[in-house]
């Protein structure tokens, strides 16, 4: 079955750090999208794609980066681990037509200490 | 900017009680309003609405758009524990190439 994995599910890492989210799915899926979520603010995206080689940046980028090269993968890069970025990370994916749903991995949390 | 409220932000009920969630938006070129249940991890679909007026059923919960107040909302049915959740509605705007804006969401808690 096709499905969307993130890994690591949980990571603790230390301010200034540099960290790397995976994403990968098996959908074939052209649009890949990242959100944070915290108390409070719900679902926010931070970077999304429409394809290879496509990235755009969403209302909270600011301090990460992604990089499509195929079109299963779109990892998620913090420059710099901030304790603001400790949240919980979702990635989903959808097909490239109109009226199609996401569909969303199982979660990162991400603790900035 | 585009813009999804949810109400109430909370709500307890007892098993068996009828619930009734609501989602408001202000969006530029209204496409489709989505709804979605998250339990302990990662939201799962659960209807979309495009015309106004026209319900969604899925066993006990159902959903509906009204496009002129600009708003939908999601009934639950003799509420089960097992729909304790979080329940979040976005809204895609036909300009926004399938992102979608979410709301807060509804905690919904169903207590035996």
């Known amino acids: 079955d096709a499905e969307i994995t993130q890994s690591p599910r949980h990571k603790i890492t230390e301010t200034g750090r540099q960290v790397t989210l995976a994403c990968h799915q098996t959908w074939n899926h052209n649009n890949m999208f990242w959100y944070r979520q915290d108390l409070g603010h719900g679902l926010r995206l931070i970077h999304y794609?429409?394809?290879?080689?496509?990235?755009n940046k969403g209302e909270v980028s600011d301090g990460y980066s992604v990089s499509r090269s195929n079109t299963e993968d779109l990892p998620l890069t913090l420059e710099s681990a901030a304790s603001s970025q400790t949240s919980v990370y979702f990635c989903a994916s959808s097909e490239s037509l109109a009226y199609n749903e996401q569909f969303f991995g199982p979660g990162t949390r991400l603790t900035v200490l | 900017e585009d813009k999804v409220v949810q109400s109430p932000l909370s709500l307890v009920v007892h098993e068996g009680d009828t619930v009734t969630l609501n989602c408001s938006y202000e969006?530029?070129?209204?496409?489709?309003l989505l709804w979605y249940k998250q339990e302990k991890k990662a939201p799962t679909f659960l209807f979309m609405l495009t015309s106004s007026g026209i319900e969604k059923k899925s066993g006990r919960l159902s959903s509906i758009l009204d496009k002129k107040e600009l708003s939908s909302i999601l009934n639950i049915t003799a509420t089960q524990t097992g729909d304790s959740a979080i329940y979040l509605c976005a809204v895609e705007a036909e300009t926004s190439g399938s992102r979608l804006t979410f709301g807060e969401g509804t905690q919904l808690t169903v207590n035996p």
């Open positions: 794609s429409y394809g290879v080689q496509d990235t």
């Open positions: 969006v530029t070129n209204f496409r489709s």
